[in-house]
């Protein structure tokens, strides 16, 4: 390579990473809001704050917006750069993440309009202490997901899929407890069911964090460890440090 | 080109779309799948046909690892290829079809779990003929999305797009008669509350026909239409065949 054609290449190579860095930025925002939407869904939900769950019920059309010109980004990225190895596992991971964040942002949109029912219809009599729970347990799922991401950290990744199981079980306690109230005080089922489908929508959402933990994971190691175990996930993921510590 | 890199190119060019048409068959093979399930887990439930149910529940597996076979060789394609334009746009377009072919599988497998909760605990009083009703509205859904990705259909793919609104009101009239009913049989919550989780699914299961639908207009006339209202979709895949049309 000449002088010439050297710094010609440099630069194309300093746009690319600016763009893959421009895209990467996009999508950690993308995740911040869709965190702060779950948030302010709970209290919204929690302290019957009508004007709260309005304005995050109205947010979900500007994470739907990210989320196309995201996606926009990572087909212009693939059709000019062409990119390979790491780089296209950073491409499509971006590309399979915001999906994810984007449904996170319909779930938390969901949730705040359960909560204005709730301000319609008055208070449910159960089931706050388990949406404030359970709201926090997968809002912090959703934040390290998106930190395993920005460090390229599996063992955090793993750590939110191992945290799903944890959810799932929480999730399923808080419903036979619902069930059985309801059928004590069928005169509340309306308001209840509200709630129930709030614990759905989290749980939802606790799914989606374990979604971009895998994604998070295909990025780092390169291995597809989604529908595995969690066990057979660890074993992938240390069989890669293992290697990585040989070289 | 000289005649020897010309017969190169050539054979690099058929090997392509054999790769492509490869991929675009296996993902209609899992959409057949899919499809079959739903059908397969509305017909468990209302037949109260456990061994059925048990078979749903257990083709989970395969339909996930469809998944994660399509999309290691869409990779493969991205890498080694690097497709441009409309072979692009029939990557990616595959690559997002399948997550959404994955979660119609899922919830297939729900129903299924429901069905047998049912056999377990005797039938629910009401809801079969609304899941009959919604379950084969989206089963056609999803053939018809499939069918319009076969046959490169913006037409149908928009028609599917449409039904999703229809099926969202059948659904909220069939669960505001649950509800009812459950508060005049509080013994029967548990029971009924099973068919609300299926028709819950049930209109999931509409919601991914819908984004299938979403990307076969994209692939066609290379426009993003998702969050866009009816109106809006139905104007954007016009002015695309009147361009088609005047050219």
């Avoid at 750069?81 to 590309?95: C, E, G, H, K, T």
Wanted: negative net charge; contains cysteine.
């Amino acid at each position: 390579m000449n002088k010439e054609t050297e710094g010609f290449s440099q630069h194309i190579s300093q746009q690319f990473n600016a763009e893959l860095e421009e895209v990467r930025t996009q999508m950690l925002e993308m995740g911040g809001l869709v965190e702060k939407q779950i948030n302010d869904a709970v209290n919204a939900l929690i302290n019957g704050d009508g004007n709260l769950a309005e304005k995050v019920r109205d947010s979900d059309q500007a994470v739907n917006q990210m989320e196309v010109q995201i996606d926009e980004e990572c087909m212009r990225i693939l059709a000019r750069r062409q990119p390979a190895a790491s780089d296209l596992r950073l491409v499509m991971s971006i590309n399979k993440i915001i999906v994810d964040l984007e449904r996170i942002g319909d779930e938390a949109s969901k949730v705040a309009k359960r909560a204005l029912h709730l301000v319609d219809e008055g208070q449910s009599p159960r089931g706050y202490v388990e949406c404030r729970h359970i709201g926090a347990h997968v809002r912090k799922m959703v934040q390290d997901s998106l930190d395993a991401f920005a460090r390229l950290d599996s063992d955090l990744a793993f750590a939110v899929a191992r945290e799903d199981k944890i959810v799932d079980q929480e999730y399923k306690t808080a419903m036979r407890e619902l069930v059985t109230f309801m059928m004590e005080d069928p005169r509340s089922i309306g308001r209840v069911l509200n709630v129930l489908w709030v614990l759905r929508s989290l749980e939802r959402v606790g799914d989606h964090a374990r979604n971009i933990a895998e994604q998070v994971i295909y990025l780092v190691i390169g291995r597809d460890v989604r529908y595995k175990g969690l066990k057979s996930m660890e074993a992938t993921i240390q069989e890669d440090q293992g290697e990585v510590g040989k070289s």
